[in-house]
């Protein structure tokens, strides 16, 4: 299975879905809560949120029932990380840099996720 390019705590943004003038969640930006590899899903803060009914719980005081609103997963080519500088949506760039360790003489390789439409690091 491919690696995702989007990580925890990337800020993103929907590219596409329903239009946020007919109840949609397109175009919002939000914070990658939580990435679910397995599913190809991510959990955005403030996106895709539904309502879930609950029952109250056994014990008294521990769950007392009512309407829930929760976030919902969203596919992961739904969403697309923001760029830094711009503010809007970019596509992913990894930049290997080696660098030789003077001591031992090993060589290191760094990876550094750049954005592609300004060339900044993210």
Avoid at 63 to 84: F, K, L, M, R, Y
Avoid at 97 to 103: K, Y
Wanted: glycine share 10%.
């Amino acid at each position: 299975m491919a690696r995702s390019k989007i990580r925890k705590n990337d800020l993103v943004q929907v590219i596409s879905g329903r239009r946020q003038s007919k109840g949609g969640d397109l175009g919002k930006q939000g914070r990658v809560i939580e990435v679910n590899r397995e599913t190809n899903r991510v959990l955005v803060e403030g996106v895709n949120r539904v309502t879930k009914h609950t029952r109250a719980g056994g014990q008294r005081g521990v769950n007392t029932g009512g309407i829930q609103v929760t976030e919902a997963p969203i596919h992961v080519s739904n969403v697309a990380v923001v760029d830094p500088e711009t503010k809007k949506p970019t596509r992913i760039r990894t930049r290997v840099e080696t660098q030789t360790d003077d001591r031992t003489g090993r060589q290191k390789t760094q990876r550094t996720r750049v954005a592609v439409r300004s060339g900044k690091d993210l």
